[in-house]
């Protein structure tokens, strides 16, 4: 019988492993324990490590609700990670950025300082609302 690798044993993809017990094995777990995990490991919950293939945590995510959404926190652990994200708030944000930038390069042909110093602020204020944007919070 041959059994197909997946993309976790390929190390295409890395391997995902929960902090705490899933909500069904905690209620079937005796009630001390589960007392026990929820008393001291609420901040664990819906966490998830990913694995390389030989087993070390590259990353732990999770989410948390915002006013308006959800924040995806990423921690790395040793190995860089690259982030791909395509979300709309990024797309906003690059626009404004390109658009100040612009504004910035039109400004020096502008009749007035007063313009130059325009439109450098808000190329500055764009250019610091995505960096915002994409500098994890400090934890």
């Known amino acids: 019988m041959t059994t197909a690798l997946t993309p976790y044993d390929t190390g295409q993809r890395a391997e995902p492993a929960t902090w705490t017990p899933s909500n069904s094995h905690l209620y079937s777990m005796p009630v001390d324990d589960r007392a026990r995990i929820l008393a001291h490991h609420g901040d ?3 966490k998830v490590d990913f ?18 959404g959800w924040t995806l926190h990423i921690t790395e652990h040793g190995a860089p990670l690259a982030l791909a994200a395509d979300t709309d708030r990024l797309r906003e944000l690059t626009g404004a950025a390109q658009e100040a930038i612009e504004e910035a390069e039109r400004s020096t042909e502008a009749d007035t300082m007063d313009a130059v110093f325009d439109a450098r602020d808000g190329a500055v204020d764009a250019l610091r609302a995505l960096l915002a944007a994409l500098t994890p919070p400090a934890s």
Request: overall charge negative; proline content about 10%; aromatic content about 10%.
């Open 44 to 46: 664990d919950f819906g």
């Open 51 to 68: 694995d390389n293939p030989e087993g070390q945590a590259i990353a732990t995510v999770w989410a948390t609700p915002t006013g308006d």
